[in-house]
Nanobody
Framework: QVQVVESGGGLVQPGGSLRLSCAAS????????MGWYRQAPGKQRELVAT???????NYGDSVKGRFTISRDNDKNTMYLQMNSLKPEDTAVYYC??????????????WGQGTQVTVSS
């Protein structure tokens, strides 16, 4: 079994910064891709950013230039540095990871989510 757990959410004022973390654990052979998605009330879940094992990244249009995704492959941990936060960034942020278990079975897991609220 593989699990991911998010941390680092909270309340921040507009223009502020937050750093989210996502730690993967369990029977992991290799993580190929990790990513962040978010879902605001009444809206569909949307892509925030993804990062593959080689380091290539992809960002949603609404966060480009403000958010930075990174990962520590040795620790199976991913980060999301969020700067210049706006009220419209308020959402539950979900971590996801996909790869292979030690048995070479594919996995794709989601975390429980962490709330980010941007408000004055």
């Amino acid at each position: 079994q593989v699990q991911v757990v998010e941390s680092g959410g909270g309340l921040v004022q507009p223009g502020g910064s937050l750093r989210l973390s996502c730690a993967a654990s369990g029977s992991i052979f290799r993580i190929n891709v990790m990513g962040w998605y978010r879902q605001a009330p009444g809206k569909q879940r949307e892509l925030v950013a993804t990062i593959i094992s080689g380091g290539s990244t992809n960002y949603g249009d609404s966060v480009k230039g403000r958010f930075t995704i990174s990962r520590d492959n040795d620790k199976n941990t991913m980060y999301l540095q969020m700067n210049s936060l706006k009220p419209e960034d308020t959402a539950v942020y979900y971590c996801t990871a996909g790869g292979l278990t030690r048995n070479r079975d594919r996995f794709l897991v989601w975390g429980q989510g962490t709330q980010v609220t941007v408000s004055s």
